[in-house]
């Protein structure tokens, strides 16, 4: 299992175990972490869950594809480091991972 913590614009902590190959929205649903509302079911095709990638973990997460860059116009307070965390596939590699929600969701 990983490890991923999310963090509420609150200041309220979440951290849950997510098996590998969910995604990390897959993870906070399932795990029943608020303000992740995942409309769409993880199509990335609506923007309610937008997470900011913790700074440290940029690197491993990677970079947004071209259709989420796209997505992400939608969401309100976007930074550079915003992802959809469905779009984010949870490997070992990720163990540790922290994201934090928007003011917007909660
Ligand atoms: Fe809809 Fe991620 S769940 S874009």
Redesign the pocket.
């Known amino acids: 299992m990983v490890t991923v913590t999310y963090i509420q614009h609150s200041g309220e902590t979440h951290v849950v175990e997510v098996k590998p190959g969910l995604s990390v ?1 897959e993870g906070a649903v399932r795990n029943n972490v608020p303000g992740i509302d ?12 937008h997470v900011y990638v913790d700074p440290d973990w940029l690197e491993k997460t990677g970079k947004a594809a071209a259709m989420e860059e796209s ?1 992400l116009d939608f969401a309100e307070g976007v930074e550079p480091n915003s992802r ?4 984010i596939p949870v490997t070992p590699e990720l163990d540790g991972l922290i994201v934090r929600l928007p003011q917007s969701q909660h």
């Open positions: 929205m995942a409309d769409c079911g993880g199509a990335c095709a609506c923007a309610t869950c997505m959809l965390s469905c779009q």
